[in-house]
C-alpha cells in the first residue's frame, strides 16, 4: 500500500470526524436550557408578538431535525447562519476574528516548539545535570502555574506596576494606519503568558522522549562502536526521539486553543477565544457552532498534517 | 553558548527595550478616548434594538431635552404647546436644522421616526407602552392612523390624540429622531445601518467600529449647538473595570465610565484625574417570590408577610450599604426614584421612613417564631437562595455576601446562585410560574416616567408569562393594579403624583420588593478634559448623561500641568514583601532542583 | 495465599523505598497529606465560621495574626484557603478517579473484545480527543449550570480517551501473553480473565495515570471557579475571581494566595505522580509508560 493510500485513508477518516464533531456540537448546543430566546427575548418588556416574529425570523420554530438539515447543508455550503446577537453573518463574525488568534497562536505555536526542542535537547543532552534540573524545575513551575494567574500576574507587573506595556487590546485606540512596534507591545505579554505555559510542557516531552531514545540498545551499540556523545546525540538519538513530538505538535494546537481563550480573555485580545466566551454566555448559536467546528476543524487538520509529516519522516511506518 | 551567540542575544534584548520605550502612541490632539466596560460587546449600531440606545445619545438629538435639574430645554424643536384638551400637540422646530450630512432636517423626519419606531416596533424599546391601549400601535392614546401626524410646514409637526395621554410629551418630546433620508427603506429588523455612512444630529456620529474593541465618533459639522471643540470621540471597550483603570492612568484612554466604588479612592490619589458623579434613575433591589410554593411544591417562606418583614428587619442596610459602596449610593426606600418627576414635580413619598427599616434582629427573630419557622438545630430554620444573572460587579458581590451573613444570624440560611446572564434571565423572568427560587436580584431603570415602576414592579398587568414584566415574583395586589391604570390615564399633576406616591406606600406596608439602593454612577477623567456637564438626561438617555450630546460638544481639552504620573495608583507590595515572594520563588525553583538532581542518581 | 501476600507487602515496601529516594516526590506527598489533613480537620482546627464578615478588617494586608492577609470582607485568607482546599480536592479526585473508572474500563472492553467493541470505543476516544476541551467543558457547564457535580463530571468525561488508550494498549499487550493464553485454553470466562488477570496487572500504570491527569484537573478546575462557571461557595478560583475586581486598590494578596494555593497543590500532585512512575514501574516496564511510546505503538498498530 502505497504513500497516496495512507493520505486518502487518513483523509477519509478526518473527515468522518469532522462530520461526527459538527453533529455532536448541535446536539449538545440543542440541549441547552437557557436557549437563544433566552438572550435576544432578555429583555422583559418585549411582547408576546415580538417574541413570536424574533422565533420565526430566526427559524427557532421549526422542528429539530429541518433545523439540522438546515445546519449540515449550511455548513457544507459555507451558510453558517445568521448571528442572534451581531445580525451579521456567523462565517463574518467569525472570520473577522480569525486574524487576531492566528497572530497570537502562530507566533506562540511556533516558540513553543522551537523553544520547547531547543530547552529539551539541551535538558537531554546532559540528563540529570545541573542545567537540565534547572530547566526541568522551571518547567514544573509554569506547567502547575494556572494560565489565567500567569497572564494576570504578568499583567499587573508590566501594566499597573511599571507601566510599561498595555493593559489589553490589539492595537492602541488611536493609532493611525499599520504600526508594527504598537502591535509588538500589545502582543507581547499575551504571548509570553500563552507561550510559557506550553514551552514547560512540550520541553518536558521532548526531553523525555529523548531521553528514553538514549536507553535504547541501539545507542548502546552505538557508544560500544566508540561514537562520541555528541555524534550519537545529535545523528541517532534527536532523530528517532523527535519523531514522537511530531505527533504531539498535532495535539497542541489544541491545547493552545484552549490557552488562548483564557489569554484573550485576560488581556481582552479581540480574537476567537474572546469570541468563544462571549458567544457562549449569550447563546448566540450560530457563532458557537461554527466556533465549534473551527476549533475542531483546526485540531483534525493538525492531526492530519501531522500524521503525513510523521508517515514521511518515519521509516518503520507501513502504510495500512 | 558562544560569545558571538551571546552577544547577538544581548543586542537583541536591548534592541527589544529600546523599542518598548517608543512612547505610547499618543492621543492625537482633539481627540478623547472613553473607556467602557460593557459586559456585552455593543452590537450594533441598529436604533430599532435596545441595547444601542446609550450608544446612540451623542448621535440623535431629541425633539425636547431635559437639563440636569430636569428641566425641559429646547432640543430640535424651539417651542410646542397643548391644545387645551390635550389632543393636539404641536412642536415647532428650529431654524436651519440639518443632519451631519448637511441635508435639512425637516418635519417630515419627524413623521418618518414616529412611522419606523411604531412599524418596526417589533424590536423596539417602547413596545411596552402599547401594552397598556388595545391598538397595538400606539404610545398610549396616540394611535398611527392616517391623519394622526401632520407635518403643515417643514418646521412644524402636529400630532393628534385620540385621548389625553400623560406621558405622550415625554415620550414624543425625549425620542431620538432619525433621518428619513438616510434609514428609509431600510428593514431594521434583517439589517444593521452601515457604520461608514452614518448620519445624525447629534455632536458626533460613529464612523468606524471594530466589534469588540472600539467605536469611532467624529465630530458633527452641523450640530445645532455649534461645532464641538473636539474631532473625535472614541469609545474604546475595556473587558472588566481594571484594564479601564490601567488604561486611564496610562494615558491610553481619557474618561472612564463607571467606575467601581472601592476604586475611587486610588484614582483619587493620582492628581491628574476627576471624579464625578451622576445620580441615573436606576433602582437596585431583591425580587422577592410571592407564590405560596415553590415549582417543587415546595414550601416558600418568602410569601408570608411576617418573614418578609423579619427580613428586612434583619438587615442593617445603611451599614451594609456603606461597607460595599462607600459614599457612592443612595438608600433606597420606595419603588420610585429620587429623581422622578412628574411634569417638575417629584413623586417622591417621603412619608416612607429613611432607612426603610430599622435594625432590630430580635423582632426578626420574634417574627419568624410566630411565622411558623422555629429554630432548630445549630439555630437554623430555613433555606433561601438567591438568583443573581450576569456577573454583578465586586461591591454587589461584597453587599449579598454581608446580607447572606446577616441572615445567617437570624437562622436563615441564604444561598447566593450566580448564573451567566441569559440563562439567569430565562430563569428569573421567563421561567415557568410558579419558580423555583424565592428571591433574584433585579434592577430596573425607572425613565422617563414613574409609571415604569409601578406598572413593572408591582403591577400584574404586564404580561408576566412571555414578556415577563419586572414583577417576575408575582406580588399581586388588585388595588395597585387598579391605581397604576388610573396613574397612566390621569394628566392632573398633584392628582397624578399622589397616585403614584400612594402605590409606593403600598409597595412599602407590604413589603413587595426588599428596597437596596439606588446606584450612583462614577465616572473618572483625565483633568485635562474640561466641560463635562453632568446628569443630563431625563427620558431616554438616563445612563450615561455624561455622554450626551450637549455634554461631549462643551468637551474641551485645556493644558494642564500634569505630574508625572508613573508614581500613586496601586503602590503595589512594598520592596521588602516583593523581595520575600522573589526569594521564596527562587528558594522553590532551587530546592526542586535539587530533588530531581537526587533521583537521578538512584534511578535503578 | 499467605506466599501472594508476602509478596505483595514485599513489592510494597520495594516501591516506597524507591519512591522515598526521590525527595522532591517525598515532600510533595507530605505536604499534599498535610493538606488534606488540614482541610478535612479544618471545622476542629479555625474555630468559629470562615465566612463571618468582619468589616473592620477590611483587606488587611498579610502580618503575624492573618499570615495571607485578610479579604474585603475581613475574612482571614488562610483559613478561607483552608477550607477552599475541600473544594479543589474533592473535586480532584472525584474527576480523576470517574476519569480512570471511564478510561480503565473502555480500555480493558476494547482490548479485550477487539473488533467492533474496539473500533467503537476508539472512535468515541478520537471524537472526545478531537473536540477542543475547553470550549467543549464551557459550553457544557454553561448548559447544565454551575454546580460541582456538573463540574466534575465533565472533567472526567473529558480525560478519558487518554486513559482508554493506554488501558487498551497495555491490554493488548497483556494479551499476548502466555498466562493470558493458558487461561482461555482452560476454559476461564471473561470476566475472570479481565478482573483476575488483565486489570490487576494494570492498576499500577492506571495509578499513575490518573495522578498524572490531577495537576490538569486542578487547573481546569480553578480555571472554571476563576471564569464564574462553579458554584459561589469558599474556593480558590472562586477568591481569584472576586480578588480581580481589588488589584487596582492594591491589595495584592487577595489574588496571591490562591493563586499560590492552586500552584502548589498542582505541582505537588505532578511530583507525587512523577515520583509514583519511578518508584512503581521498574527500569524495565519504563518503556510501556511512557506516554510517547504509546503514541509509537499506536501508529504501529
Not at chain 1, 467569525?94 to 486574524?99: I, Y
Not at chain 1, 510542557?201 to 557508544?223: C, G, H, K, P, W
Not at chain 2, 418583614?309 to 438608600?331: C, E, Q, R
Amino acid at each position: 500500500m502505497g504513500f497516496g493510500t495512507y493520505i486518502t485513508k487518513r483523509l477519509i477518516v478526518a473527515l468522518g470526524l469532522l462530520f461526527v464533531v459538527t453533529t455532536l456540537n448541535f446536539a449538545i448546543v440543542h440541549l441547552a436550557p437557557g436557549g437563544p430566546e433566552a438572550v435576544l427575548l432578555s429583555n422583559p418588556r418585549l411582547t408576546v408578538e415580538a417574541r413570536t416574529a424574533i422565533i420565526k425570523s430566526l427559524g427557532l420554530d421549526k422542528p429539530l431535525y429541518e433545523q439540522y438539515i438546515a445546519y449540515v447543508r449550511g455548513m457544507l455550503t459555507g451558510d453558517w447562519g445568521t448571528s442572534y446577537f451581531y445580525l451579521e453573518p456567523a462565517f463574518k463574525v467569525v472570520a473577522g476574528r480569525v486574524p487576531a488568534t492566528l497572530l497570537l497562536m502562530v507566533p506562540s505555536i511556533t516558540l513553543t516548539i522551537l523553544i520547547g526542542v531547543a530547552l529539551g535537547i539541551l535538558a537531554a543532552r546532559r540528563p540529570y545535570s545541573l542545567l537540565d534540573r534547572a530547566l526541568s524545575s522551571v518547567a514544573f513551575f509554569f506547567y502547575a502555574m494556572p494560565a489565567f494567574w500567569l497572564g494576570f500576574l504578568l499583567l499587573t507587573v508590566f501594566s499597573l506596576y511599571l507601566a510599561v506595556l498595555p493593559a489589553s487590546g490589539m492595537t492602541s485606540v488611536t493609532g493611525v494606519g499599520f504600526n508594527p512596534i504598537d502591535y509588538l507591545r500589545h502582543l507581547l505579554l499575551p504571548m509570553l503568558t500563552l507561550t510559557l505555559v506550553n514551552v514547560a510542557n512540550f520541553s518536558l516531552l521532548v526531553r523525555s522522549s529523548l531521553i528514553e531514545v538514549l536507553d535504547q540498545n541501539y545507542i548502546m551499540t552505538a557508544r560500544g562502536k566508540g561514537l562520541t556523545e555528541r555524534t550519537i546525540f545529535y545523528r541517532h538519538a534527536l532523530r528517532n526521539g523527535l519523531l514522537p513530538t511530531v505527533t504531539m505538535i498535532g495535539l497542541y494546537v489544541g491545547f493552545i486553543l484552549a490557552g488562548a481563550i483564557l489569554t484573550e480573555t485576560v488581556f481582552s485580545w479581540p480574537g476567537l477565544g474572546l469570541l468563544t466566551f462571549d458567544s457562549i454566555f449569550r447563546r448566540d448559536y450560530p457563532i458557537v457552532l461554527a466556533l465549534f467546528f473551527i476549533f475542531s476543524a483546526m485540531v483534525i487538520v493538525a492531526n492530519l498534517v501531522t500524521d503525513i509529516v510523521y508517515g514521511l519522516l518515519d521509516p518503520r511506518i507501513s502504510y495500512e | 553558548m558562544s560569545t558571538k551567540n551571546l552577544l547577538g542575544i544581548s543586542l537583541l534584548i536591548l534592541a527589544t527595550f529600546g523599542l518598548l520605550q517608543v512612547g505610547f502612541a499618543q492621543t492625537p490632539p482633539k481627540t478623547m478616548v472613553v473607556a467602557i466596560t460593557a459586559e456585552p460587546d455593543p452590537t450594533d449600531l441598529n436604533p430599532i434594538r435596545m441595547i444601542t440606545l446609550y450608544w446612540m445619545a451623542e448621535t440623535y438629538a431629541d425633539l425636547v431635552e431635559w437639563d440636569q435639574n430636569g428641566k425641559t430645554e429646547p432640543g430640535l424643536a424651539q417651542s410646542w404647546t397643548v391644545s387645551p384638551d390635550g389632543l393636539t400637540y404641536t412642536f415647532t422646530l428650529k431654524d436651519g436644522l440639518k443632519w451631519s450630512d448637511g441635508q435639512p432636517l425637516t418635519s417630515d423626519d419627524v413623521a418618518f421616526n414616529f412611522k419606523i419606531f411604531t412599524e418596526q416596533s417589533t424590536f423596539f424599546y417602547y413596545q411596552w407602552a402599547s401594552i397598556q391601549v388595545p391598538d397595538s400601535n400606539t404610545v398610549t392614546g396616540f394611535a398611527l392612523k392616517p391623519g394622526a401626524i401632520e407635518t403643515p410646514d417643514p418646521k412644524t409637526v402636529v400630532f393628534h390624540l385620540s385621548a389625553p395621554s400623560a406621558t405622550f410629551f415625554i415620550y414624543a418630546g425625549g425620542w431620538p429622531i432619525l433621518p428619513k433620508h438616510y434609514y428609509e427603506g431600510m428593514d431594521l429588523s434583517k439589517n444593521n445601518p452601515d457604520v461608514t455612512t452614518m448620519v445624525g444630529s447629534g455632536a458626533f456620529i460613529p464612523h468606524e467600529r471594530v466589534p469588540g474593541d472600539k467605536i469611532v465618533y467624529v465630530a458633527n459639522p452641523y450640530y445645532y449647538g455649534g461645532k464641538p471643540f473636539l474631532d473625535q470621540v472614541i469609545f474604546k471597550v475595556y473587558r472588566d473595570p481594571t484594564g479601564a483603570e490601567i488604561g486611564l492612568q496610562s494615558g491610553e484612554a481619557n474618561l472612564m465610565l463607571n467606575v467601581p466604588a472601592q476604586d475611587v479612592p486610588a484614582l483619587q490619589a493620582n492628581s491628574n484625574l476627576v471624579i464625578g458623579t451622576e445620580q441615573p434613575q436606576l433602582n437596585t433591589y431583591i425580587i422577592l417570590n410571592h407564590h405560596p410554593k415553590l415549582i417543587d411544591g415546595s414550601d416558600n417562606p418568602v410569601s408570608n408577610l411576617l418573614v418578609r418583614k423579619a427580613i428586612v428587619l434583619s438587615l442593617d442596610l445603611p451599614s451594609i450599604l456603606n461597607a460595599s459602596f462607600g459614599t457612592f449610593y443612595k438608600d433606597a426606600n420606595q419603588i420610585q426614584v429620587p429623581n422622578m418627576y412628574y411634569l417638575g414635580k417629584a413623586v417622591w413619598n417621603s412619608t416612607i421612613p429613611m432607612p426603610e427599616w430599622p435594625y432590630d434582629p430580635t423582632t426578626a427573630a420574634q417574627l419568624l417564631d410566630q411565622a411558623g419557622y422555629p429554630a432548630g438545630a445549630g439555630g437554623r430554620r430555613f433555606t433561601l437562595n438567591l438568583v443573581i444573572a450576569g456577573q454583578p460587579g465586586a461591591s454587589i458581590i461584597k453587599m449579598l455576601q454581608l446580607i447572606q451573613s446577616s441572615l445567617k444570624t437570624v437562622g436563615i440560611n441564604l444561598e447566593l446562585v450566580l448564573m451567566e446572564r441569559s440563562a439567569g434571565r430565562q430563569r428569573i423572568f421567563r421561567g415557568a410560574v410558579p419558580k423555583d427560587w424565592n428571591m433574584a436580584l433585579g434592577g430596573i431603570s425607572s425613565s422617563p416616567d414613574p409609571d415604569v415602576n409601578a406598572f413593572y414592579m408591582v403591577s400584574t398587568l404586564a404580561d408576566n408569562g412571555a414578556a415577563g414584566g419586572f414583577n417576575a415574583g408575582g406580588y399581586y395586589n388588585p388595588l395597585v393594579n387598579q391605581l397604576t391604570v388610573l396613574g397612566e390615564n390621569t394628566t392632573d399633576v398633584d392628582q397624578r403624583v399622589a397616585i403614584y406616591q400612594r402605590i409606593s406606600g403600598i409597595a412599602h406596608e407590604e413589603v413587595a420588593v426588599l428596597e437596596l439602593y439606588y446606584p450612583v454612577e462614577i465616572h473618572a477623567w483625565n483633568k485635562m478634559y474640561q466641560g463635562f456637564v453632568l446628569g443630563l438626561g431625563n427620558p431616554p438617555h438616563d445612563y450615561w448623561g455624561i455622554i450626551k450630546h450637549q455634554s461631549l460638544a462643551k468637551v474641551n481639552i485645556v493644558e494642564v500641568t500634569t505630574t508625572t504620573s508613573t508614581e500613586a495608583m496601586p503602590v503595589g507590595p512594598d520592596y521588602t514583601t516583593i523581595s520575600a515572594v522573589v526569594i521564596g520563588l527562587v528558594a522553590i525553583v532551587g530546592v526542586a532542583a535539587y530533588m530531581i538532581g537526587r533521583r537521578g542518581k538512584k534511578a535503578n | 495465599m499467605s506466599k501472594n501476600s508476602t509478596r505483595r507487602l514485599q513489592a510494597a515496601s520495594q516501591a516506597w523505598r524507591r519512591y522515598s529516594r526521590n525527595r522532591g516526590a517525598l515532600l510533595a506527598l507530605i505536604f499534599l497529606i498535610v493538606l488534606v489533613l488540614a482541610a478535612a480537620f479544618a471545622s476542629v482546627i479555625f474555630s468559629g465560621d470562615p465566612e463571618a464578615p468582619d468589616l473592620s478588617k477590611d483587606r488587611r494586608p498579610p502580618s503575624i495574626i492573618n499570615p495571607f492577609g485578610t479579604d474585603y470582607l475581613g475574612r482571614s485568607q488562610l483559613t478561607l484557603i483552608i477550607f477552599g482546599a475541600r473544594t479543589s480536592l474533592i473535586v480532584a479526585f472525584a474527576a480523576g478517579a470517574l476519569l480512570a473508572v471511564l478510561g480503565t474500563i473502555t480500555g480493558l472492553l476494547a482490548g479485550y473484545y477487539g473488533g467492533k467493541i474496539d473500533g467503537f470505543f476508539m472512535r468515541m476516544a478520537d471524537v472526545f480527543l478531537t473536540i477542543p476541551a475547553l470550549p467543549l467543558i464551557l459550553l457544557v457547564v454553561a448548559v447544565m449550570g454551575p454546580s460541582l457535580l456538573n463540574v466534575m463530571l465533565i472533567i472526567g468525561l473529558t480525560g478519558w480517551p487518554t486513559m482508554a488508550r493506554i488501558v487498551r494498549s497495555d491490554t493488548l499487550s497483556l494479551m499476548k501473553r502466555e498466562f493470558i493464553e493458558i487461561e482461555k485454553v482452560m476454559g476461564a470466562n471473561s470476566r475472570r480473565i479481565l478482573f483476575k488477570h488483565l486489570l490487576p496487572n494494570q492498576l499500577n500504570s492506571i495509578f499513575v495515570y490518573t495522578s498524572l491527569s490531577l495537576p490538569a484537573v486542578i487547573l481546569t478546575e480553578a480555571g472554571l471557579e476563576f471564569l464564574g462557571l462553579a458554584p459561589l461557595s469558599i474556593s480558590w478560583g472562586f477568591m481569584l475571581n472576586t480578588s480581580i475586581s481589588y488589584w487596582i486598590t492594591g491589595a495584592w494578596w487577595l489574588s496571591f494566595f490562591p493563586g499560590l494555593a492552586i500552584f502548589s497543590t498542582s505541582l505537588a500532585f505532578y511530583f507525587v505522580s512523577e515520583g509514583l512512575k519511578d518508584a512503581l514501574n521498574p527500569k524495565l516496564a519504563r518503556r510501556r509508560e511512557s506516554l510517547v511510546a504509546q503514541v509509537v505503538a499506536e501508529r504501529e498498530k
